[in-house]
Antibody, heavy 121, light 108 residues
Framework: EVHLLESGGGLVQPGGTLRLSCAAS????????MSWVRQAPGKGLEWVSS????????HYADSVKGRFTISRDNSKDTLFLQMDNLRAEDMAIYYC??????????????WGQGTLVTVSS | EIVLTQSPGTLSLSPGERATLSCRAS???????LAWYQQKPGQAPRLLIY???NRATAIPDRFSGSGSETDFTLTISRLEPEDFALYFC?????????FGQGTKVEIK
């Protein structure tokens, strides 16, 4: 059974830094593109970043480009999101999501339960 | 980027009724690379439909998807109590992946 468990969220001041983790199990982690998707309180979903199975190819939403860095450790089946220079508008629940088709970018067939990032002074 | 507009914002219906949710894209979504998700309060989204019309694993057949290019529809044939939730569409044809703003299906 596929399981995704996020951690690392919390309260941070504007301009601060946070690192999110997503521990995966139940599938061949290195074979799948993984993404971070966020949801601001009471709002819709926004794709943030994705990493190919190897970690070589990464993509970012314009809203986070230059501030966030996605990475993965395939030996530990873990996805990361390094978030620097955080802004109030980054406050959201951050979900780790698995893309459905091996070695391709596609829709999300499994999601974690999310971790809340609060940016406030 | 492709903007997805969902309508209506809220759908008020009774159990047993049919729900029709719309998702309109600002440009053609190639290969019908469109998905639908259901989200309940405090929960992560759950995949319902991919490729515009393919049900995901374990999704009841009362859920169906249709459409192509710029107009897509999610239909719930007969609403069950557990179907009252928020629904999002998502395109995965063109980067960046984008989502609609959601349609809330509430009990009338």
């Amino acid at each position: 059974e596929v399981h995704l468990l996020e951690s690392g969220g919390g309260l941070v001041q504007p301009g601060g830094t946070l690192r999110l983790s997503c521990a995966a199990s139940g599938f061949t982690f290195s074979g799948y593109t993984m993404s971070w998707v966020r949801q601001a309180p009471g709002k819709g979903l926004e794709w943030v970043s994705s990493s190919s199975g190897s970690g070589v190819v990464t993509h970012y939403a314009d809203s986070v480009k230059g501030r966030f860095t996605i990475s993965r450790d395939n030996s530990k089946d873990t996805l990361f999101l390094q978030m620097d220079n955080l802004r109030a508008e980054d406050m959201a629940i951050y979900y780790c999501a698995k893309e459905a088709i091996p070695f391709l970018e596609s829709y999300f067939d499994y999601w974690g339960q999310g971790t809340l990032v609060t940016v406030s002074s | 980027e492709i903007v997805l507009t969902q309508s209506p914002g809220t759908l008020s219906l009774s159990p047993g009724e049919r729900a029709t949710l719309s998702c309109r894209a600002s440009q053609s979504v190639s290969s019908s690379f469109l998905a639908w998700y259901q989200q309940k309060p405090g929960q992560a989204p759950r995949l319902l439909i991919y490729g515009a019309s393919n049900r995901a694993t374990a999704i009841p057949d009362r859920f169906s998807g249709s459409g192509s290019e710029t107009d897509f529809t999610l239909t719930i044939s007969r609403l069950e109590p557990e179907d009252f939730a928020l629904y999002f569409c998502q395109q995965y044809a063109t980067s960046p992946w984008t989502f609609g703003q959601g349609t809330k299906v509430e009990i009338k």
